[in-house]
């Protein structure tokens, strides 16, 4: 027996059976969606690929707490199993992928990773890095103002927090108590820049300058991220003000379907970080605790597995935007 079989974790954050198996599903079917995305790059089928293999732990812990079409998230490019939580298809990921006129975030428009829908309250982001902070901090202040318990979602890596936009976001966020969660991502690397070149000191610890919680949590463990969203949101419901949430995981794949990460990070570093990985991790403690057994999880896979192939064969067959639609939405109408 270990000490996690005790069952004490999930029940003591209020988890049942039924979450625990939502949480795992999202996280496979984010890295499935991600495997494959990177098999249609291969093909020549999608010219780019930003993944979010190694990070799904961080982003369905964090995203469960969320109410969906309510509450705002303001995501970064990684954060496809987000989005997917939030109620985004594998179809709709798949038609961004490939630029097809289908595609739900910008009609074939933009490129991979700007997640986008009015319906579900997750708003796009721009090219430069970390414009997202302020954006999502007047959402937050849109809230406070009309007393609403909304909560807004800011994500980014943790080269993100090297910009001023970063800065004016979480001063503005503390001096107005706003409702606000500031996710960070750490995933070791700013494309090839190590953290340590990156980042001095705790990006967690920034928080007490701007006079908020900061808090540090191990982004693999899906439990404990969402146990330190929770009680972030929970804050933030209550009117208590914004949260720094600091999720130290690591990004498996090269930056980008560009990036050669051989050429600054070693193989054996990538292996050792594979043994942590947070779907793996998640699947040992379900399964220690007689939550998921092994034909379960197999059936669990195929069934995704399904699903994620019959969203790409889809997206394949789709319909390239019009050229003449170029300009729709960009000019207002006369």
């Keep these: 027996m270990t000490i996690e079989k005790t069952g004490a974790r999930h029940e003591a954050l209020g988890l049942d059976e039924v979450d625990l198996k939502k949480l795992y599903r999202a996280m496979l079917l984010a890295r499935r969606v991600d495997e494959r995305s990177w098999i249609l790059n291969r093909q020549g089928k999608a010219?780019?690929?930003?993944?979010?293999?190694?990070?799904?732990?961080?982003?369905?812990g964090t995203a469960y707490n969320l109410r969906p079409g309510y509450d705002y998230l303001y995501p970064y490019y990684r954060d496809s199993g987000m989005t997917l939580l939030l109620g985004q298809t594998p179809r709709d990921q798949f038609l961004s992928l490939m630029g097809k006129k289908e595609d739900p975030n910008s009609g074939g428009r933009q490129m991979p990773g700007h997640f986008s829908s009015r319906e579900l309250n997750i708003v796009t982001a721009s090219a430069p890095v970390g414009v997202q902070y302020p954006q999502a901090t007047g959402t937050a202040l849109a809230f406070k103002m009309r007393g609403e318990d909304g909560v807004a979602v800011?994500?980014?890596?943790?080269?993100?927090?090297?910009?001023?936009?970063?800065?004016?976001?979480?001063?503005?966020a503390g001096i107005h108590d706003l409702p606000v969660i500031f996710l960070i991502?750490?995933?070791v690397y700013a494309i090839s820049v190590p953290s340590k070149f990156q980042v001095a000191g705790s990006i967690a610890k920034r928080a007490e300058g701007?006079?908020?919680p900061g808090v540090e949590v191990d982004g693999n463990d899906v439990l404990a991220v969402h146990e330190a969203a929770k009680?972030?949101?929970?804050?933030a419901r209550r009117g208590d003000g914004p949260t720094l949430i600091e999720a130290k995981t690591y990004r498996i794949t090269a930056h980008s379907s560009d990036d050669d990460d051989r050429r600054y990070r070693e193989r054996e570093?990538?292996?050792?970080?594979?043994?942590?990985d947070p779907?793996?991790?998640?699947e040992k403690y379900l399964s220690e605790n007689d939550l998921l057994g092994e034909g379960e999880k197999e059936a669990m896979d195929r069934e995704i597995i399904a699903e994620v192939a019959e969203a790409s064969s889809y997206a394949e067959n789709?319909?390239?935007a019009d050229p003449d639609d170029v300009l729709t939405g960009v000019y207002a109408g006369a």
Excluded: P
């Design 231 to 235: 009680g972030a949101v929970d804050r």
């Design 279 to 282: 779907i793996i991790r998640f």
């Design 154 to 172: 800011a994500c980014g890596g943790e080269a993100s927090t090297s910009g001023g936009d970063w800065h004016e976001a979480m001063n503005f």
């Design 269 to 276: 570093e990538i292996e050792e970080w594979r043994l942590k």
């Design 185 to 187: 991502e750490n995933n």
């Design 318 to 320: 789709a319909a390239f």
């Design 47 to 60: 010219a780019f690929v930003i993944s979010c293999q190694g990070q799904e732990a961080a982003q369905i």
């Design 210 to 212: 701007y006079g908020f």
